[in-house]
């Protein structure tokens, strides 16, 4: 079809040329100087045009228009009359040494070819048929200024004519006959008409104006290789209104204007191959206006043309504006005929430059590339056909469109008698930069009150701002292939229908939907229109038109990708969509949509579909857990319940829910429901459901008593609709710490915690706020529960990461498996072990004893290696390793090595198996509880120094022993009790220690007992078992830790008496050997040091980390400076090797307390047991290297030497006596 209207335009204008080129007589008439047009045209010279003159001028004379009496040359009466230049090949040239048009009127067969006119424009002749007195839809306002003029002429032709830097108008055509041509035409430059030039009115371009006139004769137009450039029209105030009528003819466009008025007349327009670009300061750049024109004998058509913008005025609405109107009221309202007013084929719409399209993007104002207004009392369908367009850098800014089509209300037949047919439309741009930042709920394409907007072809809308289809009580037909990509909108970011309106699929189609987005609803297709009742007689927003019987087999398809909606349907949100007639098509929506639609979608979503919520439903939040339908509350507490609301399909989908609280009230009559919202907190009675998952709506209800015997509901529904979901509930008295408090009318803290300092209660979690290495719990006896609080935990028995604490969960507090009071138990199926505070799982099997009797056979072993190898303390190499060792582990540091499973926790067991204090936790038995591991734990400690104790005895009875422990024994034994020094007082001090406990009964009563504080079961000096416990612990302390520190301080001064110097020398001189004689009390010094941080440890909050930290650092620091000020060793590396253990110690006390993360605190102290562990192994090398040498059995165990062994004399020389032979003898 396309081809044939081609071939028919070809036609048209072959014929149209052939007619003009016949002539009377080809008499050419050569004009020799300026003034000779105006002398034949308008002068005496007017007699001697003839039919069939050609006036030809001459290339090289500027031929001036300029009329004395006069600023317009009218020509009227004339036939086949041409204007050219001589020359073929350059053109003439009509210059206005004042603004001066010429015109042409009641003439025939003119010709202007040729020619360049410029500089001219004037003031149209006031005559009749300019002017008429009677009503007119338009008119010329008094002085408009024109450049040429032709008026009730038939045939004419211009060709290869340039108009630039005119007044007024280019070229008018008014109430032409037959035929008109107007070929390789340029129209540029207009100048403004104002107070300095003889011109006046408004106008620019090009003007084609029919208005009460009469013929028989088709009229048939083909402007063909026009360009209009630059073109700037004076009158900027204009009305929009497309009812205030008469309108001024220059009111409308500044590029090309076509106006249709009443009249008996049959006109066909064509334009092709033309371009307009630059037209300014007006409504559009091209109109097409009819009004009371002719129904179905006015067509206006476009081909192979382009529209561009190239600068922005703020007053423009349009590129093209096509109205269509009428004042009177027909009377054939059942006849309708179509009537295609306006095609547009194979054209491009364009921005001259990015810049251009990114400057309308960030700016706010109504633009549109076509605006189309049909008036509804139109008796004919209005038929508008857009086709193969391309829009090119067109990204539209906020409040602009590409297309806005609207059939107005005005008239008295409210009728949709608007047709738009779109074919192969490509709109948008592939640069995000260009898109807008804000998005407006405009559509780029708006059909407002239409009957049927066809859009079919090759389709591609993307990267646009706003739905690029937005339809308002229109119905859209869809076919063939469309592309919606990267389109963003409030609702619906590629289509969206309001208003009642309707999208209508038929065979074949194949539309794909990419990357849509939406704000609100419907990613890429949005519908909401209002239902009627009943409900099954509303139509469906989309409607299916396919009457095959099997769904799988209807050619369309709906394939939507990543597409997103911020609150439903990431693809679809249409409403109705259920429970609605579908016209032709004998399946349901839901069948249909299940055939047609193909989703993919990488944020692996559900909700691609949904349509309005309808009813509630309640779900479980965790989407694991079965759906609660009653629950328990506190006065005051807020409850959580999950809830979600669904369309008719059972699709989740959003919406706001109106939430009641009712109580069920029985007589002896009747049961009811009364409301008592009054009782629910006012920000809960309306809330959000969202569409992705079970939303959580928290509820807090504020009971006006405190009575728990009511039967309460919560119920939940759509606003607008009758599903109800409801959930039972059931008032508890506040729990044990809470009271009820009349005037909140809530659970708040009760006069139990604030008097012991706890005021933050929440009812919500039932979570009180307790001061840090605080316990509080609850504890169930036979007959009742009741709430104890204490001020201090045992540490590494309460939770450090959290201070909330929920009183109605037991244990909620504890960690590493403890429970009970204090969490000084164990969980069930879990023990305490030995050498940890933790509880672990324990099987009574052969394990564990063979651990058990590993343990024993290892420390007989550790004791033959203490005396083969001389790792003994008148060595003077273990002190500042065991002092080091001992702070360290009273660190928050060490417990972090130890609880992760790294390198550095076997660097930690290798030293304290050095010095025997074993950090490896060790199942005993199942059951074993605090004090049963104390008892084991003391054993371990005494079982070392009997083993030492029965070497002595052996050696008195037997010489071989004897010979191998010569010199060694009394070393050996002191060397035990000094590593075991710290872990007997750890237990004596952890036995000793007592804690109150505070306790609050369900009846309000108060009291408070003495617990032990490791085991909070255990009353502290009642139970048999604990005092033995603490006479054990009281004797170490007062026959061993008192007398060790006492012996290590002033032991020299015992040898005055001679009865105990005897006996005591040997463990004197092993204590006090290595340092020098004035420097002897520094072994005591030692001792009081690891009693004071044991002591400090015990005596502060367990997690009172920091405080803990800076005495130690303090301690330490004044210890290294001792050392490093008074050097009591004799051996100068002794006083190096314990200075470097107390730099080690100290860097890391500092770093420790400053460090902000546990990151660091854990790498600080990975490094100082790396450190400790280096020096370590030089010491035990150092000792095997001693032992080596002086032991003979052992080098011949080993068969080689593995150092450089002296000789014994020689060994020992070499090592300082342990006390100096040389010295003065003096008395004690």
């Known amino acids: 079809m396309a081809c044939c209207k081609q071939m028919l335009y070809k036609l048209l204008l072959t014929v149209i040329l052939v007619s003009l080129n016949v002539s009377g007589s080809d008499e050419c008439v050569y004009l020799t100087n300026s003034t000779s047009l105006v002398y034949h045209l308008c002068g005496k010279g007017r007699s001697l045009l003839q039919p069939g003159t050609h006036l030809c001028l001459l290339a090289n004379i500027s031929y001036d228009l300029n009329m004395a009496n006069s600023s317009f040359c009218l020509v009227s009466g004339v036939s086949n009359i041409t204007i050219l230049s001589a020359s073929t090949n350059v053109p003439a040239t009509i210059t206005c040494s004042e603004p001066t048009g010429l015109g042409f009127y009641n003439s025939s067969g003119l010709r202007i070819e040729n020619v360049n006119i410029h500089q001219c424009g004037g003031t149209m002749p006031s005559v009749a048929w300019l002017y008429p007195s009677h009503d007119n839809s338009f008119y010329f306002p008094k002085g408009q200024s024109s450049t040429l003029l032709f008026s009730h002429s038939a045939d004419v032709l211009l060709q290869n004519v340039s108009i630039s830097n005119f007044y007024g108008y280019g070229i008018v055509y008014i109430n032409h006959y037959k035929s008109l041509a107007v070929i390789s035409v340029k129209i540029y430059s207009s100048v403004y008409c104002d107070i ?46 497309s009812s205030s009528y008469p309108k001024a003819v220059n009111s409308f466009a500044s590029c090309t204007a076509v106006l249709f008025s009443e009249g008996n007349y049959q006109a066909s327009i064509f334009f092709e191959k033309s371009v307009w670009d630059g037209c300014y300061h007006s409504l559009y750049n091209i109109a097409i206006i009819a009004r009371d024109a002719p129904i179905g004998r006015t067509t206006v058509a476009f081909e192979n043309v382009t529209f561009t913008e190239n600068k922005l005025i703020d007053s423009k609405v349009g590129v093209i504006g096509c109205i269509v109107g009428s004042r009177y009221k027909r009377n054939e309202i059942g006849i309708k005929k179509k009537w295609s007013f306006l095609s547009i084929k194979n054209s491009l719409f364009q921005f001259h430059y990015d810049a251009l399209s990114k400057q309308l993007a960030d700016t706010t104002y109504d633009h549109i590339f076509f605006h189309v207004i049909v008036d509804s009392n139109i008796e004919a369908y209005v038929s508008i056909s857009l086709q193969n367009i391309y829009c090119k850098r067109s990204h539209f800014g906020y409040r602009s469109s590409i297309i806005f089509a609207k059939v107005t209300e005005n008239g008295k037949n409210q009728q949709k008698n608007l047709l738009l047919e779109l074919k192969s439309f490509t709109v948008g741009t592939t640069n995000w930069k260009l898109v807008p930042k804000r998005v407006d709920n405009i559509g780029k394409m708006v059909f407002v009150n239409i009957a049927n907007v066809t859009i079919y072809g090759n389709n591609i809308m993307k990267y646009i701002t706003g739905s690029v289809i937005l ?85 369309i398809k709906l394939h939507f990708i990543n597409n997103t909606a911020g609150l439903a349907g990431n693809s679809m949100y249409v409403s109705p969509s259920y429970d609605c007639q579908q016209l032709n098509s004998p399946f349901n929506t839901s069948v249909l949509y299940n055939a047609l639609t193909y989703f993919t979608n990488s944020n692996w979503t559900t909700n691609e579909i949904a349509s309005v919520a309808v009813k509630t439903q309640l779900c479980s939040i965790s989407g694991v857990n079965k759906v609660k339908t009653s629950y328990n509350f506190y006065p005051g507490q807020t409850l959580t319940i999950g809830l979600r609301t669904v369309d008719l399909n059972n699709i989740s989908s959003y919406a706001q829910v109106l939430t009641t609280l009712t109580r069920i009230l029985k007589t002896s009559f009747l049961k009811y429901n009364m409301d008592i919202s009054n009782e629910l907190n006012p920000k809960h009675r309306t809330q959000v459901v969202y569409s992705n998952s079970c939303t959580p709506l928290q509820f807090q209800i504020l009971p006006a008593v405190n009575n728990t015997e009511r039967d309460i509901s919560l119920r939940f529904a759509v606003f607008g609709y009758f599903s109800v979901a409801f959930v039972k509930l059931e008032q508890l008295n506040c729990p044990l710490g809470f009271v009820y408090n009349n005037k909140t009318k809530r659970c708040t803290c009760s006069s139990f915690l604030k008097a ?66 204090l969490c000084g138990q164990c969980k069930e199926g879990y023990s305490k072990v030995l050498f ?90 199942n059951g074993f509880n605090a004090m049963d591991t104390m008892f084991i734990e ?152 690891r009693t004071l941080v044991h ?75 790396s450190c400790g562990g280096v020096l370590c192994c030089i010491i035990l090398g150092y000792h095997i290297c001693i032992g080596l040498n002086q032991n003979r059995r052992i080098r011949k165990l080993l068969k080689q030497k593995c150092c450089n062994f002296y000789k014994k004399d020689d060994l020992y020389e070499s090592l300082p006596p342990l006390i100096e032979e040389n010295r003065e003898e003096k008395d004690y």
């Open 938 to 1089: 003391y054993s371990f400690s005494f079982y070392l120094w009997l083993l030492v104790i029965i070497i002595i005895l052996i050696s008195r009875c037997s010489t071989k022993v004897s010979n191998l422990t010569v010199g060694s024994s009394v070393q050996v034994l002191m060397t035990l009790m000094f590593i075991s020094f710290s872990n007997l007082l750890s237990l004596s001090l952890n036995v000793l220690t007592p804690a109150r406990i505070h306790q609050l009964s369900p009846d309000g009563s108060t009291s408070s007992r003495l617990v032990w504080f490791t085991d909070g079961s255990v009353l502290y000096g009642r139970d048999p078992v604990h005092i033995i416990l603490i006479c054990i612990s009281i004797a170490v302390i007062i026959f061993f830790v008192v007398p060790f520190i006492l012996l290590g301080l002033f032991g020299v001064k015992l040898f005055r008496f001679r009865c105990m110097a005897m006996y005591l020398r040997p463990f004197i001189e092993a204590l006090h050997g290595p340092y020098k004689d004035k420097h002897r009390y520094w072994f005591g010094l030692m001792l009081i040091i």
């Open 836 to 925: 940890s505070y933790d509880c672990h799982y324990c099987n009574n099997d052969i394990e564990n004893v063979g651990l058990l009797a590993v343990i024993v056979v290892t420390s007989i072993l550790y004791v033959v290696l203490l005396f083969c190898f001389k790792f003994t303390i008148n060595k003077g190499t273990i002190g500042g390793l065991v002092l080091w060792f001992d702070v360290v582990s009273l660190t928050p540091s060490f417990t972090l090595l130890v609880t992760h499973k790294n390198i550095f926790r076997y660097f930690i067991y290798g030293i304290s198996f050095t010095i025997y204090s074993l950090q490896i936790p060790l199942c005993v038995w």
């Open 756 to 821: 012991l300092g706890i005021t933050q209660c929440k009812i919500d979690n039932t979570k009180v706020l307790i001061p840090q290495a605080s316990w509080l719990g609850l504890v169930h006896t036979k007959n009742q529960s009741k709430l104890e609080y204490c001020p201090h935990c045992p540490p590494g028995y309460c939770r450090t990461d959290t201070w909330n604490i929920n009183v109605t969960q037991i244990d909620d507090i504890c960690m590493s498996n403890h429970a009970g009071i």
């Open 471 to 555: 339809a308002c009580n229109s119905d859209i037909y869809l076919y063939g292939d469309i592309l919606f990509e990267n389109n963003r909108a409030t609702n619906g970011g590629a289509i969206r229908l309001d208003q009642s309106s309707h999208m209508f699929l038929l065979e074949p189609l194949n539309a794909v939907f990419i990357r849509n987005k939406a704000f609100s609803y419907g990613g890429a297709i949005y519908s909401y229109v209002e239902r009627n009742l009943p409900l099954s007689n509303s139509l469906c927003a989309i409607q299916i038109y396919s009457n095959k019987t099997n769904a799988s087999d209807i050619n």
């Open 1095 to 1169: 002591i400090i440890s015990a005596s502060l909050d367990s997690n009172n980390t920091t405080l803990l930290l800076l005495i130690f650092t303090v301690v330490t620091g004044f210890y290294v400076l001792g050392l490093c000020l008074v050097k009591p060793y004799k051996n100068k590396i002794h006083n190096g090797l314990e200075i470097l253990f107390g730099i080690i110690l100290l860097a890391n006390l500092i770093v420790s307390s400053s460090a902000s993360s546990l990151s660091a605190i854990e790498t600080v102290a990975s490094v100082s047991i």
């Open 196 to 241: 300095d030039t003889n011109c006046a009115g408004g106008g620019t371009g090009l003007l084609l104006y029919f208005s009460n006139y009469t013929t028989n004769e088709p009229v048939t137009a083909i402007i063909s290789h026009i360009d209009l450039q630059g073109n700037d029209n004076t009158d900027i105030n204009r009305p929009l209104s």
